[in-house]
């Protein structure tokens, strides 16, 4: 079975600094999707950034850039010129490539990282 | 543009009293639908997803059952609640882009169910 880790409970940044969240996670499936969503106090889920398992190239979605190192199954989130507004929980999440079966939303998350942003 | 409501935001039931949590879609036609339990600390786990009217299928054994009356309706249900059935439960949606893999997930706002 799939497992999905972030050994970070709580993190803190800076105003307009950079901070990375770590994920790790475990599989033996060669084709798969890792997500990251971000719960803000409303806590409605919303979707960060999507990467796909068979593309080499690290996905980016404007200040939010991940560095994926299949080898290693590891999934990090690196926010850049962090600001208020991106305080929240944020879950790394792994979804089963179709060929293998299964809901397209079963996600399996993480327990998640607290991100706090200090003005 | 597609919308997705879920309601009530909060809920405080007691133990043994039934549940029915509504969660409707607009401006898209069979999308997939999933509810979704996030328990105090943890990340999501989904419950059932429903591929199509009538079609229901679970992910955990449980007190809980879904149904999908309409297409863009799903509803989440027990007859008698448990204490372990406090949580809060996300209502999401998807469907298919550009191809295979290429879906989006949405999510609702949630409800926070607790059973006293």
């Known amino acids: 079975a799939q497992t999905v880790t972030q050994s970070q409970p709580e993190m803190s940044v800076q105003e307009a600094e950079t901070v990375t969240l770590s994920c790790t996670y475990d599989t033996s499936e060669s084709d798969y999707y890792l997500f990251w969503y971000k719960q803000p106090p409303s806590r409605q889920m919303i979707l960060v950034i999507r990467q796909e398992a068979y593309k080499q190239q690290n996905a980016t979605e404007n200040r939010f850039s991940v560095n994926f190192q299949k080898a290693a199954k590891s999934f990090s989130l690196k926010i850049s010129d962090s600001q208020l507004g991106d305080a929240a929980m944020y879950f790394c999440a792994y979804r089963r490539h179709m060929n293998y079966g299964g809901s397209q939303g079963n996600l399996i998350f993480g327990k998640g990282t607290k991100l706090s942003v200090k003005p | 543009s597609q919308t997705i409501h879920q309601w009530p935001a909060t809920l405080v039931q007691p133990v043994g009293s039934p549940l029915s949590l509504e969660c409707t879609v607009e401006?898209?036609?069979?999308?997939?639908l999933y509810w979704y339990r996030q328990a105090a600390g943890r990340g999501l786990q989904l419950l059932f997803y429903?591929?199509?009217?009538?079609?229901i299928s679970s992910e955990v054994p449980q007190n809980l059952s879904a149904s999908r009356p309409q297409d863009r309706q799903f509803i989440l249900s027990s007859k008698k609640l448990l204490l372990s059935d406090s949580g809060f439960y996300l209502c999401?949606?998807?469907?298919?882009?550009?191809?295979?893999?290429?879906?989006?997930?949405?999510f609702g706002s949630g409800t926070q169910l607790s059973v006293l």
């Open positions: 401006g898209t036609s069979n999308p997939n």
């Open positions: 429903s591929v199509g009217i009538g079609q």
């Open positions: 999401a949606w998807s469907v298919v882009f550009r191809g295979p893999g290429q879906e989006k997930l949405f």
